[in-house]
């Protein structure tokens, strides 16, 4: 079973390990473990903005067709 978070929460979490890398008070490893969580989390934002984006795409459609 898949916990996946929301948009939101992802989002937060992939803020915090940006401003955690900026501060330089990771190691180099700690520093490519975060990097590559990161990099997940950024995959996982994107994915849920284009679901979105769909969504929006289809109601707007639908409307514009409702307006004919």
Do not use: P
Request: overall charge negative; charged content about 40%; aromatic content about 6%.
């Amino acid at each position: 079973m898949t916990n996946k978070k929301n948009f939101e929460e992802t989002l937060k979490e992939l803020e915090s390990i940006v401003s955690k890398l900026e501060s330089g008070d990771f190691g180099l490893e700690q520093s490519l473990e975060q990097f590559e969580k990161g990099t997940k989390l950024y995959k996982d934002c994107k994915e849920q903005l284009a679901v979105a984006e769909k969504k929006i795409a289809v109601l707007t459609e639908s409307l514009k067709e409702e307006d004919l």
